[in-house]
């Protein structure tokens, strides 16, 4: 199972940005890896972890900003086409977790 956070954070005040970049940064140690400044991405073992990092998650979010999560199933996963410029690209690799199943 994938999990996606998007998020829309107020950058406007020195305060909100660093709150903006600590969320930012609690993504990552959560291992999740950017795709863009607001898309993380991470794969799961299943629905339950998906949820369990979910409320991990939820419980980071900044009280002003806009953050959602979405779920998607390997199979989906595979199934993304990534532009850079106007050329195709690979789509991302999985991450090296995967290498073990």
Same mark, same amino acid.
């Given at each position: =199972?994938? $999990?996606? +956070? $998007?998020?829309?954070? @107020? +950058?406007?005040? #020195? *305060?909100?940005? #660093? !709150? *903006?970049?600590?969320?930012?940064?609690?993504?990552?140690?959560? /291992?999740?890896?950017? =795709?863009?400044?607001?898309?993380?991405?991470?794969?799961? *073992? /299943? &629905?339950?972890?998906?949820?369990?990092?979910?409320?991990?998650?939820? !419980? %980071? $979010? @900044? #009280?002003? /900003? #806009? $953050?959602? +999560?979405?779920?998607?199933?390997? &199979?989906?996963?595979?199934?993304?086409?990534?532009?850079?410029?106007?050329?195709?690209? @690979? %789509?991302?690799?999985? @991450?090296?977790?995967? *290498?073990?199943?």
């Amino acid at each position: =199972m994938w $999990v996606m +956070v $998007v998020f829309d954070l @107020p +950058v406007l005040t #020195k *305060a909100e940005r #660093k !709150r *903006a970049t600590r969320f930012r940064n609690d993504l990552l140690d959560e /291992g999740f890896t950017m =795709m863009q400044l607001s898309v993380y991405l991470r794969f799961t *073992a /299943g &629905k339950e972890q998906a949820m369990a990092l979910t409320q991990r998650v939820g !419980r %980071k $979010v @900044p #009280k002003e /900003g #806009k $953050v959602d +999560v979405l779920f998607f199933t390997d &199979k989906q996963y595979q199934n993304i086409y990534s532009f850079r410029g106007r050329r195709d690209s @690979p %789509k991302p690799d999985h @991450p090296d977790q995967l *290498a073990l199943f």
